[in-house]
């Protein structure tokens, strides 16, 4: 065999491995993982309205922020400000962030959460301040497993643990309860 045929032979053999050797890198390289999934869409300062089965409303937000996801169908806001209507005017909240589930059934409240209750006969609010706040707006209840203040007037009480009826405008802190009740100010 001559040197120049034995040259080709040898660079025939060198393509061919070098072909095979591609070939099985790219069998066995670990597939791209797949993109983030995207938001089906996002609102930017902006009023929602969301009505209940019922027709009524359920709840307002504003927000300057909020992102649908696709999976699940779930709201994500940031900096809401919400409006829940019950029997005596608008339970008011405000957070950090809030998660709102697909049928709207439940708006969890996150960090930086405050509640304030519609005015009572004498004009005061009850407000509520805490870390987490679920609240139901088709059965206007509101629970909380977060320590949770609540202050009216000159009265505040701390305690973990929170459940609220919206309509009733009564609540119960469900464990390590401190606090003053103030029947006047002049009793504080």
């Not at 409303?57 to 919400?82: H, K, N, W």
């Not at 957070?95 to 409240?109: C, H, M, Q």
């Not at 203040?149 to 701390?158: V, W």
Request: glycine letters at 8%; aromatic letters at 10%.
């Amino acid at each position: 065999m001559s040197r120049r045929a034995l040259n080709v032979w040898l660079l025939l053999l060198a393509i061919g491995l070098g072909s095979y050797a591609a070939w099985q890198w790219q069998r066995n390289r670990v597939p791209p993982a797949e993109p983030a999934q995207r938001s089906d869409y996002i609102l930017r300062d902006f009023e929602l309205s969301a009505l209940g089965d019922d027709g009524l409303e359920s709840f307002t937000v504003t927000a300057p922020y909020l992102e649908r996801d696709p999976a699940g169908e779930s709201l994500s806001i940031r900096q809401p400000r919400f409006g829940f209507p019950s029997r005596d005017g608008y339970w008011t909240a405000r957070a950090d962030n809030a998660w709102v589930s697909p049928g709207a059934e439940e708006v969890r409240l996150v960090e930086g959460v405050s509640l304030v209750g519609p005015a009572d006969r004498s004009g005061q609010r009850t407000r509520f301040s805490t870390r987490t706040l679920s609240v139901f707006p088709d059965t206007h209840r509101a629970s909380s497993e977060e320590r949770v203040t609540i202050t009216q007037g000159n009265s505040s009480f701390a305690g973990t643990g929170l459940r609220v009826e919206m309509d009733n405008k009564r609540f119960q802190l469900l464990n390590d309860i401190k606090g003053h009740l103030c029947a006047t100010p002049a009793s504080c």
